[in-house]
């Protein structure tokens, strides 16, 4: 992983025409839990092999000879939506990154809230005791029901079982493997049953985890990217406003619901807002 991350860092360098060795800092948004004073990543789970803490900001450093700077992706995410894109106008927000998981962060007061370091986990907000088993192994999550990878589960199961579906096949033309964002949205746009039934059920998801986050924090906005929320869209962020609708206690005055401005950037330009690492900043 190191290795990778050097290699596509000098690649950019060059095609940027400046040396790795000329940059002030570099900044890593990484999944996982991420200890800001040591930079070191635990249970990065979706990386096949990496549960155990590594000292990736040490190790990196080490590699390009520039300060680094480690976050976890989705707080970096958090940042750069607040700071540069949709988030702008808040001081108090919840992002929501709807694809192969479901993320969160959340600004309170200005400042992100990382809690105890495992703070924004909207994904896995049960909705429906005894539920949908959720990648993470418990049931009834939101992510169960809204997760990229738990909904690809759902449909090749209910394929196996004989559903007609249109995924399988769309997913061959494009030459995946996965049921990516695109494969959904063209089969949505095909009316395909399976997918409507399916996205249906993790909007519905979506809404009563979201307002139920709401209910507790009534921040002052709700931002939707991801690759799911990104790829569908300006229909489906007002699907997930109205599925929210009946949950949330204060329905006189429900949230601002916005897409993400920033795209697949966000992460790269938040991990470009990380403060240099305190031990550092004297060197
Ligand atoms: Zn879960």
Redesign the pocket.
């Known amino acids: 992983m190191v290795a990778a991350i050097v290699a596509t860092l000098n690649d950019a360098a060059k095609s940027a025409g400046i040396e790795v060795s000329a940059l002030q800092r570099v900044g890593v948004g990484s999944p996982g839990t991420v200890d800001p004073e040591s930079g070191s990543v635990a249970h990065a789970d979706n990386l096949p092999g990496w549960s155990r803490t590594y000292p990736l900001r040490s190790k990196l450093q080490e590699k390009l000879g520039v300060p680094v700077a480690v976050g976890n992706d989705v707080s970096v995410a958090t940042e750069a939506e607040f700071r540069l894109g949709a988030g702008r106008p808040y001081q108090s927000l919840l992002s929501v990154f709807w694809g192969t998981g479901v993320g969160g962060g959340l600004i309170l007061g200005g400042h992100s809230w990382h809690g105890r370091g495992g703070a924004g986990e909207i994904?896995?907000m049960v909705i429906k005791r005894g539920g949908a088993r959720?990648?993470?192994?418990?049931r009834g999550?939101?992510?169960?029901y809204a997760g990229r990878a738990a909904m690809e589960r759902r449909a090749r199961k209910r394929h196996a079982k004989g559903q007609k579906t249109a995924l399988m096949k769309i997913m061959r033309e494009r030459g995946r493997t996965r049921m990516t964002s695109g494969v959904w949205a063209r089969a949505l746009e095909r009316d395909d049953e399976l997918a409507i039934e399916l996205v249906d059920r993790a909007v519905e998801a979506l809404g009563a985890g979201i307002a139920s986050a709401i209910n507790l924090l009534d921040v002052e906005a709700v931002i939707i990217g991801g690759g799911l929320g990104s790829r569908l869209g300006e229909p489906y962020r007002q699907r997930i406003a109205e599925a929210m609708q009946p949950h949330l206690f204060n329905d006189q005055r429900p949230p601002d619901v916005h897409l993400a401005e920033l795209g697949d950037l966000s992460g790269a330009l938040g991990a470009s807002l990380l403060p240099a690492p305190p031990m550092l900043v004297a060197a």
């Open positions: 994904g896995h959720c990648p993470c192994g418990r999550c939101m992510e169960a």
